[in-house]
Each structure stands twice: as structure tokens, then as C-alpha cells.
């Protein structure tokens, strides 16, 4: 008797073969694949120019890299950490893979537009390492004129690079906020969206409106340094505070670019792995366009120190406290909907969890430096080292991670380790508050940042980061240890293996070329867990 071949189940992984199904792809889902890939990439190399600095400064001399070798060393790790991986992390890989799916949609609305985002963030990347590596730039991730005016480091090349892959953003942006108005499912009204998808709706509308701000800044100072035209430099004339100005309108909003996509994916969480609604749901979809909005009227308060008139400080300091607001809305939610919930710890919620204490402590720090007098003290002190890292490692690359190993059985249809996912969970954790929490002291104390040598003092402190950092490093390099090969090993995740509930979890795990046989007809909201009320909708 012969035995029975059943069909093979096509995926979208093996729809097609070859490089050039994969270079030439407008699958969103292939395309969030390669993001994955190149992002990892760039996530690795600025993680080895932090390593390096880290082990500087574990002694008060510098002994490992001059100081020149130093400031490149850490402009290096800014520029390839925020515009290389935490602005496009979430969206580029997590939002390209799951927008679609998450709305009944077969792809985005402009799949050819999607391929070329890729291509563009590659041509910037390639750009920018070139100008890192064969020269280096000196003046930090933030450019600050005069400065970057004048040093003869590749400023040019690098802001050219960054000017690049701000198209790749704005693409995206563009993209995700169409798809959203055009390709919902019959019945997807926007409160039944999952908050995820106001996450990322939210996050493009900063992507389009501050990103050319950003992009028109960086060539302005390529044109003062070929031209020496006096637009920033004080000695053709220029106005250092107005590039100052600029920056931050781009860069406080980059900050919820940053943040509101991983709030978004620890939304999801949270009610998957506590197995109910999710408290609130219309204060924390309208709390995200709520942080948007005022991202863009508190870039004054990076400023405090540069000269601005009193008045326009206190705007600023007000205006910074109101952004707290939405974002402790978000934090009692999430808080609220556990009270009560039947928790499970799995991997993905250790990494929320992990995100609300990090995210917290770096907010509650925010409100110190939105304070004129305290903010006087700690500018340019470890301090604001710290309280960045909270929100944009601790929170960003925490949510990260969490969507990541949430949707990773989706995304590759295989299941990994838990035991060593809670293992790297718990370790990035400890290793985290290890590295960042002495520099809170360190800062409060006067050490400031961007030096390569420091009073002996202060070295004990600098021990605890390092060696905090160590830890940290392997929390980040576990994953790969036990994803990769979850790829070959791992057991079969079948269609929703967490029994959470969104359309994401309809279909099969890998998804089919086209995401769903036919489209959905949605009837209720995305949170409706077994014996829960109908909340939304």
C-alpha cells in the first residue's frame, strides 16, 4: 500500500526561490525579512562601538583609545543606534510584516514603494558606514554647529547618509497611513483596530510631517561646509542656536518614533499573555495620537541651557510635562488591565513587563529634566545619558524584542526555546539597570558625558556599568542562539499558539503569499477573550 503525499502548504517563504525572488519581492512580509536582516546588521555594529567604549571607561585614564579615537567611537553608536535602528526597528520589520495582516489586507498599498523603502535604508547605511569607517566623524549623533562645521572628520558623507535613509522613513510612513485609510476589512472600524496599528499610524504621521525638517537641517550644513555659507557657523555670520532649533523639532518627535511603535506592541501583549481586554482601549488609542501631537511642541526643552528667554523655558518645561500625561495614561492601563488577569509569564511578557519598569523609571527622569533649575545641573552629565537609555533602550529595544519572540511562531511558523527565552528576558533586564542605573549618580555627581577620561572618583561607578554592560551584551546576543536555530528545530507553532485573538491569528503560521484565503469580515473588536464583555465597537 502506498503511502499518501499530502500538498505542500505554500508560504510566503516558499512561494518562490532564488536571490532574486527575494531582492525583487514586493511581499511585505519578505520585505520586513530583509529589514530584519540589515537592521540586525546595524544593531550589531553599533553595539561593538559601545562595547569598545564601555571597556574605555572602565578605568579612569584613557588608556585603550585616545580621546579623538573616543568621540568617534561614541558618534559612531549614536548614529547607527537612533537613525539605523530604533527609528526604523519597529516599524520597518514588525509594522511591515504585521499592518497587513493586522487589518485583513493582502499587502500594503504601495508594495513597489515598500521594496524601494529597503533599498534607499541600504544606500544610507552603506553611505553613512563609509563615512564612519574610512574617516570617522567626531561631533556626536546630534551634528551640533559650530562644531560640525568646522571639524575636518567626513561630516559631509555621514549627514548625507542620515539625509538618505530619511526617504526610506518617509516612504514607510507614507505607506502605513494610506493602507490604514484604504485596505481595512469589511467591519474593521478604526476602534476596532488593534493598538498596534494606532501605534504605527501615529509613529508615520511624525515619520512624513518631521522627517524632511531633519533632512532640509543636514543639508544646510553640508552646504555651509562646501560654500561656507554662514547659515550656523557664528564666524560666517551663522546662528549655531537655529541649527539647534531644527534638530530638535526632528528629534524629540524621532523620540516617540521611537517609543510609541513598542508601547503599541506591549498593548498587544499585555492582553494576549493576561488573557483579557485591554483596559481603556479608546484613551490609550487616542493617548498615542496625543504624543504625537505634542512631540512637536517640546523640542525647546533640549535647550534650557543655550540661551532661550525665560519665558520661552517655561513654555517648553509646561509643554514637557503635558507629554507625561498621555503617557501615564497608558502606563495605568496597561497596569489596570493585568489587575485581575489570568497571567501567563511567557517569554513575550517578561519583555513587556521589563518595558513598563524601564519605561517608567526613564519617564519619571524626564519630568527631572523638563525642570529648569535641576535641568541647569545635569545637561551633558550622565544623567541624560541614563534617562535616554531607559526610553530608547530600555523601552524601544525591551518592546522590541517582546513583538519579536510574540510573533516570531507567526512569522517563521516554528516555535523557540522558553526556558532560554525568559533566561535572556530576565538578563537584559538586570543587565540593563546594571549598566544605566549607576550613571543616574554618575551625572547627579557632575561627571559629564562624552569623555574618554574622568576624575578617579567616579570610577566605581563606571566598574558597575561596565560590568552591567557585559551582561547586557549577552542578554542581546541569546536570542540568536535560540531563534536561529528555531528555525530548523524548533516544534511546529500551528496558527495561534499563544490563543490570543486579532486577524494576525486567523491565518496560518507562516502566512500564505496573499495572507488570507479570502478577505475577513470583521464583527467585533481585537481584544474579545473567551467569557470577556464586548468592549469595542
Known amino acids: 500500500m502506498s503511502a499518501i503525499t ?17 531582492l525583487l519581492t514586493t511581499d511585505h512580509k519578505r520585505i520586513a525579512v530583509m529589514y530584519l536582516v540589515s537592521i540586525t546588521l546595524m544593531f550589531i555594529l553599533g553595539g561593538a562601538a559601545a562595547t569598545m567604549m ?10 585603550l583609545v585616545d580621546a579623538a579615537t573616543y568621540n568617534k567611537l ?3 553608536h549614536g548614529i547607527i543606534m537612533v537613525f539605523f535602528f530604533l527609528v526604523p526597528v519597529i516599524p520597518a520589520i514588525l509594522g511591515n510584516f504585521l499592518l497587513p495582516l493586522m487589518i485583513g489586507a493582502r499587502d500594503l498599498a504601495f508594495p513597489r514603494l515598500n521594496l524601494l523603502s529597503w533599498y534607499i535604508y541600504l544606500l544610507g547605511a552603506g553611505v553613512t558606514l563609509w563615512a564612519l569607517i574610512s574617516g570617522g566623524v567626531d561631533t556626536g549623533w546630534t551634528f551640533y554647529t559650530p562644531y560640525s562645521t568646522a571639524t575636518p572628520t567626513e561630516v559631509i ?9 530619511g526617504f526610506s522613513s518617509i516612504l514607510t510612513g507614507l505607506n502605513f497611513i494610506v493602507t490604514t485609510h484604504k485596505l481595512r476589512a469589511p467591519g474593521l472600524t478604526w476602534f476596532r483596530l488593534p493598538i498596534f496599528v494606532w501605534s504605527l499610524y501615529a509613529t508615520s504621521l511624525i515619520f512624513v510631517l518631521a522627517t524632511p525638517v531633519l533632512a532640509i537641517t543636514l543639508i544646510l550644513v553640508a552646504v555651509e561646509r562646501l560654500f561656507h555659507i554662514g547659515i550656523f557657523d557664528p564666524t560666517l555670520g551663522g546662528d549655531p542656536l537655529l ?12 523620540v516617540y518614533i521611537m517609543i510609541l511603535p513598542s508601547m503599541g ?17 479608546k484613551f490609550v488609542a487616542f493617548a498615542s495620537i496625543a504624543i504625537a501631537v505634542l512631540g512637536f511642541l517640546v523640542w525647546g526643552h533640549h535647550m534650557f541651557v543655550s540661551g532661550m528667554s525665560l519665558h520661552a523655558a517655561l513654555m517648553f518645561s509646561i509643554l514637557s510635562y503635558m507629554v507625561a500625561i498621555p503617557s501615564a495614561i497608558k502606563v495605568f492601563n496597561w497596569t489596570a488591565t493585568l489587575y485581575k488577569g489570568s497571567i501567563s509569564y511567557d517569554t513575550p511578557m517578561l519583555y513587556a513587563l521589563g518595558f513598563i519598569g524601564l519605561f517608567t523609571i ?12 535641576v535641568d541647569v545641573h545635569v545637561t551633558d552629565t550622565y544623567f541624560v545619558v541614563a534617562h535616554f537609555h531607559y526610553i530608547m533602550v530600555g523601552g524601544a529595544i525591551m518592546g522590541y524584542f517582546g513583538g519579536l519572540h510574540y510573533w516570531w511562531p507567526k512569522i517563521t511558523g516554528r516555535m523557540y526555546s522558553e526556558k532560554w527565552g525568559r533566561v535572556a528576558a530576565i538578563l537584559i533586564f538586570i543587565g540593563f539597570n546594571a549598566t544605566f542605573f549607576p550613571q543616574f549618580i554618575l551625572g547627579f555627581e557632575g561627571m559629564p558625558r562624552r569623555y574618554a577620561a574622568y ?9 558597575l556599568s561596565s560590568l552591567g554592560a557585559v551582561l547586557l551584551g549577552v542578554g542581546y546576543i541569546l536570542p540568536a542562539l535560540y531563534l536561529l536555530p528555531s528555525l530548523w528545530f524548533g516544534k511546529a507553532a500551528g496558527a495561534n499558539p499563544w490563543n490570543a485573538t486579532g486577524l494576525e491569528w486567523t491565518t496560518a503560521s507562516p502566512p500564505p503569499p496573499n495572507n488570507f484565503d479570502k478577505i475577513p469580515i470583521v464583527t467585533t473588536g481585537p481584544y474579545q477573550y473567551p467569557g470577556k464583555k464586548e468592549t469595542i465597537g
Not at 8 to 21: D, K, P, Q, V
Not at 362 to 373: E, F, M, N, V
Request: hydrophobic content about 50%.
Open 6 to 22: 499530502l500538498p505542500r502548504r505554500e508560504t510566503y517563504l516558499n512561494a518562490n526561490y532564488g536571490i532574486l525572488s527575494w
Open 54 to 63: 564601555r571597556i574605555e571607561l572602565f578605568t579612569p585614564a584613557s588608556d
Open 157 to 165: 558623507t555621514a549627514t548625507i547618509g542620515v539625509f538618505i535613509v
Open 74 to 76: 561614541f558618534t559612531m
Open 265 to 281: 506592541v506591549v498593548s498587544e501583549i499585555i492582553a494576549a499573555f493576561a488573557h483579557t481586554r485591554l483596559f481603556g482601549y
Open 243 to 254: 541649527y539647534q532649533h531644527l534638530f530638535w523639532f526632528y528629534s524629540h518627535p524621532a
Open 362 to 373: 526613564g519617564g519619571l527622569t524626564g519630568l527631572y529634566l523638563a525642570a529648569l533649575a
Open 455 to 463: 576624575p578617579p572618583e567616579y570610577q566605581f561607578l563606571n566598574i
